[in-house]
């Protein structure tokens, strides 16, 4: 039975699976850090998700489920912070809108060569927070050999400079 509201849960958290046996503590402290804050960002630019953020106190972003077993895998949900309770809708709108701003950003990222992946934007773009953020979010996850992000029925695998959407 306690699997119940882990299964109800697949429908909006994200999970990340980063392809490491060994994860150094300053690596996972970085990506959490740099997750987080483009997690607010995408919420804060995306409808629907934008009025949760705007609520004080605003609601977390958490880790439901860690599990180590060959690689990292997380699962991440926004829970209101008054009762703990997860956030389906907030959670639904942000990370849908997060994995279709960050594939949309690594494919517009210029080509290395024409055999070669994505090279990373010039730090001097001046672009959108929103893009800013993405562009930290696909450089911590490509300094692991092999990271994904999973959404429902999507799958986003970043492997050195191949990008996999599906």
Same mark, same amino acid.
């Given at each position: 039975?306690?699997e119940?509201?882990e299964?109800?849960?697949?429908?909006?958290?994200? %999970?990340?699976e980063?392809g490491?046996?060994?994860?150094s503590? $300053?690596?996972m &402290?970085?990506?959490?850090? %740099?997750l987080?804050?483009?997690? #607010?960002?995408?919420?804060?630019? %995306?409808?629907g998700?934008?009025e949760?953020?705007? /609520?004080?106190?605003?609601?977390s972003l958490?880790i439901r =489920?860690?599990?180590? !077993?060959?690689? +990292? &895998?997380?699962s991440?949900?926004?829970?209101?912070?008054l009762n703990?309770?997860?956030? /389906?809708?907030?959670?639904? =709108?942000?990370?849908? $809108?997060?994995l279709? @701003?960050?594939?949309?950003? +690594?494919?517009?990222? *210029?080509?290395?060569?024409?055999?070669?992946?994505? &090279?990373? =934007?010039?730090?001097?773009?001046? !672009?959108?927070? +929103? %893009?800013? @953020?993405?562009?930290?979010?696909?450089a911590e996850?490509?300094r692991? *050999?092999?990271?994904?992000?999973i959404? #429902?029925? #999507?799958?986003?695998e970043?492997?050195?400079?191949?990008?996999?959407?599906?």
């Amino acid at each position: 039975m306690a699997e119940e509201p882990e299964r109800g849960a697949a429908d909006y958290a994200l %999970t990340i699976e980063i392809g490491l046996v060994e994860v150094s503590v $300053s690596y996972m &402290s970085s990506l959490l850090r %740099t997750l987080q804050a483009a997690m #607010r960002e995408v919420a804060l630019n %995306t409808e629907g998700a934008r009025e949760h953020m705007d /609520a004080r106190p605003q609601p977390s972003l958490v880790i439901r =489920r860690l599990e180590a !077993d060959g690689s +990292v &895998s997380m699962s991440f949900v926004f829970k209101d912070p008054l009762n703990g309770e997860p956030m /389906a809708d907030l959670s639904a =709108r942000t990370f849908g $809108s997060f994995l279709d @701003r960050l594939g949309s950003f +690594v494919m517009s990222l *210029p080509q290395r060569s024409l055999w070669g992946g994505a &090279s990373r =934007r010039s730090s001097h773009d001046p !672009d959108s927070g +929103v %893009t800013r @953020r993405m562009d930290q979010v696909y450089a911590e996850l490509r300094r692991a *050999p092999k990271a994904a992000l999973i959404f #429902r029925e #999507r799958r986003l695998e970043i492997e050195g400079d191949r990008l996999e959407i599906g």
